[in-house]
């Protein structure tokens, strides 16, 4: 019993090496129905491949051969996962890996996972009241980075919608850039292929009220086309920001029709 008991301790131990924070909140978003975040900070060098079996995950073959830090980035996207589907009651926690290495959710549940080096984040709801949802961690960029990938970013006309925020540009990038990944992950499974941040322009940004409206400017499929409109929520960390945007893809071309008439 004494081994045993010792046995545990030092599970508990390695685990909490690894996973040094976790929290779970519940969202208020009305257009999406219950929503819950799971997000967890992680000790990179901390990663051993045993963790898998502590934390009760599986490891998935596509993984077979990944770096270790691809597989602590991986493991702690997963622990973050398992956590929200446990808050929502969804019985199964297990999320699959599909070819392409995205994940596949138990069925009534839908979500979106990210990471940084150090960070892994889960948003996850009942797939009853949901048709997409994205998630992007980034660390905030440098000076240098924003200056470069400006371009790639935001268009001029996006710049000058930025400028109206007292917040510096650099933030405002940073946000800009993950609300847009959140924009790619929610829409992708409707869209089937790779696109660029053209694709969607910022028409609206608040830092009072921590939102990014995205305007898609092209045809993307039959479902994602030119004229829908997304709301992207973020919130300010102190070393990263974090973005979301959940809804049903219903309501936006109900809203549409509205709007053309």
């Not at 925020?165 to 409707?190: G, H, I, M, Q």
Request: glycine share 4%; hydrophobic share 45%; net charge negative.
């Amino acid at each position: 019993m004494l081994m045993q008991s010792s046995a545990i301790c030092a599970h508990v131990e390695h685990i909490n090496h690894f996973i040094t924070a976790h929290d779970t909140e519940h969202l208020p978003l009305q257009s999406a129905g219950r929503l819950v975040v799971s997000s967890c900070e992680y000790n990179m060098p901390a990663f051993h491949t045993d963790l898998f079996q502590a934390l009760e995950i599986t490891q998935p073959d596509v993984l077979a051969g990944a770096i270790d830090k691809r597989l602590a980035e991986f493991l702690a996207g997963r622990f973050c996962a398992a956590a929200a589907l446990r808050a929502l009651e969804i019985k199964s926690t297990y999320v699959a890996s599909n070819a392409q290495r995205a994940p596949v959710w138990p069925v009534g549940s839908l979500g979106s996972i990210s990471h940084t080096n150090s960070q892994a984040v889960c948003i996850a709801g009942l797939g009853e009241n949901l048709d997409y949802i994205g998630a992007d961690i980034e660390n905030w960029m440098s000076e240098k980075t924003a200056s470069n990938l400006t371009s790639m970013i935001i268009t001029p006309q996006e710049a000058r919608r930025l400028h109206r925020n007292d917040e510096s540009l650099v933030r405002l990038l940073t946000v800009v850039f993950s609300a847009k990944e959140s924009l790619y992950k929610a829409v992708y499974p409707y869209v089937g292929r790779i696109f660029g941040f053209e694709a969607a322009e910022v028409v609206e940004i608040s830092t009072q009220h921590q939102f990014v409206d995205l305007r898609i400017k092209e045809d993307l499929s039959a479902r994602i086309y030119a004229g829908l409109l997304f709301r992207c929520h973020f919130e300010s960390r102190r070393h990263s920001v974090f973005t979301f945007m959940a809804g049903c893809l219903r309501e936006k071309a109900v809203d549409l029709i509205k709007k053309v008439n």
